[in-house]
């Protein structure tokens, strides 16, 4: 059974950090491809950063370049971190988790058949 949990959401400031955590069981990452994705109610889920399980590739979206940085645990090898610098309020919403065995014809997003984590709520706010 394939399980993907998220953590480490919850309220920070602008201009603070937060670091995500996904960790996967039932799968080996290294023949995988995950990304963290977020959705902000009224809006369509963005892939936020993405990382080729076997190479370690990465790629990112344009409003979280240079914030953001997707890595994955090498002593841990089934999870993969999202950590976030310099937030804004525009990133918040609901962070969520993905694990996919092919990748969009661009980049190292997951696509088609995804396992997907419960998402982690982010809230940037003064």
């Known amino acids: 059974q394939v399980q993907v949990v998220e953590s480490g959401g919850g309220l920070v400031q602008p201009g603070g950090s937060l670091k995500l955590s996904c960790a996967t069981s039932g799968i080996t990452l290294d023949t995988y491809y995950i990304g963290w994705f977020r959705q902000d109610p009224g809006k369509e889920r963005e892939g936020v950063a993405c990382?080729?399980?076997?190479?370690?590739?990465?790629?990112y979206a344009d409003s979280v370049k240079g914030r953001f940085t997707i890595s994955r645990n090498n002593s841990r090898r089934n999870t993969v971190y999202l950590q976030m610098n310099s937030m804004k309020p525009e990133d918040t919403a609901v962070y969520y988790c993905?694990?996919?065995?092919?990748?969009?014809?661009?980049?190292?997003?997951?696509?088609?058949?995804?396992?997907w984590g419960q998402g982690t709520q982010v809230t940037v706010s003064s």
């Open positions: 993905a694990a996919g065995m092919y990748r969009a014809s661009a980049g190292n997003c997951p696509t088609g058949r995804r396992y």
């Open positions: 990382i080729a399980g076997r190479y370690g590739t990465t790629n």
